[in-house]
């Protein structure tokens, strides 16, 4: 069983008081802390059916070995299609994936409803909640009114302001706390992370979002990216041509946390994503209008609704390069 050191203290204290422990849990805290691993901790700890003198799961037992083999017959696991493993049936959102739809959560019933094949417990973890269709929520709403027993639902949630409030006041609140900057960059270390520091610079100190891009291509397409908008001669459709493999989502968060690092350091001198840009974001930093660079990282943040299905993807990274150039070099390209 994998649990994070820096919740570790957290699984034990709730293991600890299991026979109190509530129908549903909204397990919440910053996206890339791991949630997700310790919501999966907690659920195989709750099914083990040998657990060590601390209470946590052994490992070893048929529990255990069905668990992490993605096989146990009182285990659900409901996340978008975009989310689920290889052959998991999770329920179509036909527009994009992104979404639980109301399928699997319709099927809950005829789970929840049934006695337990191992005797103990029935555990279904939901991630992330807030993306629960409108009908999805609902419908678990019912099931959260009326707890059935020897069934504890496990919601992880990155945003819990996303989410119903009524869904909320069913359940019991855990804040996940964040690793401290430490933690995270030895346990970094430990999975052989090539540019760890780097990387939870990228991701504001979240271990697992950092190591999920700690690739050669994610690192070279962003030398990449600042490379094309660094130059004094940056034009915005040879940029976007040269990014046109970038992923949209990698492009915008570059774009976001650039132009943050623009305005702190024009503010305060500092900044806070990009540690290996300073010498490149100073320079810029030095040229733009600071309202304008508001203007545009406001605007930056709202594009991350439809950032996964814009319209025409070239003309989006176009916009956006557009502005870009007008922003660091505005009498160029007037």
Same mark, same amino acid.
């Given at each position: 069983m994998n649990v994070l050191p820096w919740h570790t203290s957290e699984l034990k204290r709730l293991v600890a008081d299991k026979p109190r422990l509530p129908h549903a849990l909204l397990l919440r805290g910053l996206e890339g802390i791991g949630k997700m691993v310790f919501a999966r901790a907690l659920a195989q700890t709750l099914l083990c059916e040998s657990p060590q003198p601390a209470g946590i799961a052994c490992g070893k037992c048929a529990a255990c070995h069905w668990f992490e083999a993605g096989a146990h017959p009182d285990y659900r696991q409901i996340e978008p299609d975009s989310l689920a493993e290889p052959g998991e049936e999770q329920g179509s959102d036909k527009k994009s994936g992104?979404?639980?739809?109301?399928?699997?959560? /319709?099927?809950?019933?005829?789970?929840? +409803?049934?006695?337990?094949? @191992? +005797? +103990?417990? %029935? &555990?279904? *973890?939901?991630?992330?909640?807030?993306?629960?269709? &409108?009908n999805a929520a609902n419908a678990l709403l019912k099931s959260l009114e009326e707890p059935p027993a020897q069934t504890v639902?496990?919601? *992880?949630?990155? /945003?819990?302001?996303?989410?119903?409030?009524?869904? %909320?006041? @069913?359940?019991?609140?855990?804040?996940?706390?964040?690793?401290?900057?430490?933690?995270? $960059?030895?346990?970094l270390k430990a999975q052989g992370s090539a540019k760890p520091e780097l990387g939870l610079a990228q991701t504001g100190?979240?271990?697992l979002a950092a190591l999920k891009i700690d690739t050669d291509e994610y690192w070279k397409q962003r030398e990449g990216f600042f490379r094309g908008i660094a130059g004094p001669n940056f034009d915005p459709l040879d940029v976007a041509e040269l990014l046109r493999d970038t992923p949209i989502p990698n492009l915008l968060n570059? $774009?976001? %946390?650039?132009?943050?690092? $623009?305005?702190s350091l024009k503010y305060l +001198?500092?900044? @806070?994503?990009?540690?290996?840009?300073? *010498? *490149? $974001?100073?320079?810029?930093?030095?040229r733009i209008d600071v309202l304008a660079a508001m203007r545009f990282h406001r605007d930056v943040v709202r594009l991350q609704r439809i950032v996964n299905h814009p319209l025409n993807a070239r003309l989006f990274i176009e916009r956006l390069l557009i502005e870009c150039a007008e922003l660091v070099h505005p009498a160029v390209v007037r």
């Open positions: 992104l979404h639980i739809a109301i399928e699997p959560i /319709r099927a809950l019933p005829d789970f929840i +409803g049934i006695s337990s094949h @191992r +005797g +103990g417990l %029935k &555990v279904i *973890v939901i991630h992330p909640a807030e993306s629960l269709n &409108v639902f496990l919601l *992880v949630c990155h /945003r819990p302001n996303s989410l119903l409030p009524t869904i %909320k006041s @069913r359940c019991q609140h855990i804040a996940l706390p964040a690793p401290t900057h430490q933690s995270a $960059l030895a346990w100190n979240s271990p570059w $774009l976001q %946390k650039w132009s943050y690092d $623009l305005i +001198g500092a900044l @806070r994503y990009n540690p290996d840009q300073q *010498v *490149v $974001l100073a320079a810029a930093a030095a």
